[in-house]
């Protein structure tokens, strides 16, 4: 690998059920794969995605989320006529990841059943799970992928279900904002900043304009007497009046 290129691949996969203890659970399998290539922090365009036969149903709840049947999937190919080219397009890269252990746990499952070798993404991969990455960036906040689509102002507009390809492609745009030391200030169109300085130097205009033609109103010899008057009555019963002491 040339050590000059740093490659990147954003991921995430849908499965027919949730895993426990760290493993697929109740013989749980994935369903779909995708996966985005970043190029020195560059989306390149070239990705991996691919429906999968699981072989199985498909739980309800997995379903309500990702909307995904048993039906769609009945022409799909199974991993292991998809697993070389998978394996290709993911192999000595970093992989970016929401939630790795979740991922990580179904991947390395279906190459295990493969008898490939293959059973340990760690071997072949660096991984990088962007929700502990999130969790540094914003402590105690929610830190799930539509939560930090608001917070980096990315259109997430077209995930209405959980889709992989979709996804690893809003996680790519999300890493490269979370790692790029930037504001989201930065991330502005040219004509919205320049719209934003405009506004920002008119108001500042505004405030100092305010300002020097405020009116300035001096108390008349009625009002300076009365008060006066009202420092002799505190000089008298404290013995002290802090408004006539000099410094």
Known sequence: ????????ISLD??????KKFGLPYKGHRIIEIGAIEIINRKITGKYFHSYLKPNRTIDNEAFNL???SNKFLNDKPIFAEIAEDFLNFIYDSELIIHNAFFDIGFIDYEFNMLNCGMN???TFCKITDSLLLARKI?????NNLDALCDRYLIDNSKRTNHSA??????LAEIFLLMTSGQTV??????????????????????MRHSKMMMKIIYAN??????????????????????????F
């Open 120 to 122: 340990n993404i760690h």
């Open 221 to 246: 010899n009625e009002e300076i007497l009365a008060h006066e008057q009202l420092l002799d009555i505190i000089q008298k019963k404290s013995g002290s009046c802090l408004w006539r002491t000099r």
């Open 165 to 170: 390809l979709i996804d690893a492609k809003i």
């Open 1 to 8: 690998m040339n050590t000059n290129i740093l490659r990147q």
């Open 13 to 18: 996969i849908e499965t027919t059920g949730m």
């Open 66 to 68: 990702h909307g995904i």
């Open 185 to 206: 200030m930065e991330f502005l169109k040219e004509e919205e900043q320049e719209k934003y300085e405009s506004e920002k130097n008119m108001q500042i205009q505004k």
């Open 138 to 142: 914003f402590p105690g906040k929610r």
